[in-house]
């Protein structure tokens, strides 16, 4: 009496989260299918074990009964389902605004780059040039090979 309580009562509330099966709903089979006769030792819920036949009380003893109520158990809830769809939309969305963004990045990046290089390049030409006029202006001093720059 008290399983069947409990049985009862667990039954209500995964009605009322809509994880039970719904008025008319048959937990045995699906509908258009009938469930497939039970091999022998399995008749009225017993299972035959070394001559002995012991009653099954973990849940029901048809299989397809039991997978058709571990399915409804797994199902999700219909507000969860659409927020998972809206949650994908949404990523989806920031995946393209994301990869827009940083193929802007590259972009600026390489001619921030091209700027750089442009920049390096005519200060190395200022520096040598620079560096050639102290160069002839160190040799023409006088004693210049005294001090060993010949």
Do not use: C, H
């Amino acid at each position: 009496a008290f399983l069947a309580q409990q049985e009862s009562e667990i039954a209500v509330i995964e009605n009322d989260e809509g994880f039970g099966p719904t008025d008319g709903e048959s937990a045995a089979a699906p509908a258009g299918q009938s469930a497939p006769p039970e091999p022998a030792g399995f008749q009225n819920g017993g299972a035959t074990v070394n001559g002995d036949v012991f009653q099954e009380s973990n849940g029901p003893t048809d299989a397809y009964a039991a997978i058709a109520k571990a399915d409804r158990l797994t199902q999700e809830p219909e507000s969860i389902r659409k927020w998972r769809e809206e949650q994908k939309k949404r990523l989806e969305e920031l995946d393209a605004a994301s990869k827009v963004t940083e193929q802007e990045w590259r972009e600026k990046a390489k001619k921030d780059l091209e700027e750089w290089n442009l920049r390096q390049n005519e200060q190395m030409e200022k520096n040598r040039a620079n560096n050639r006029i102290a160069d002839k202006a160190f040799y023409q001093q006088p004693d210049a090979d005294v001090i060993g720059y010949v």
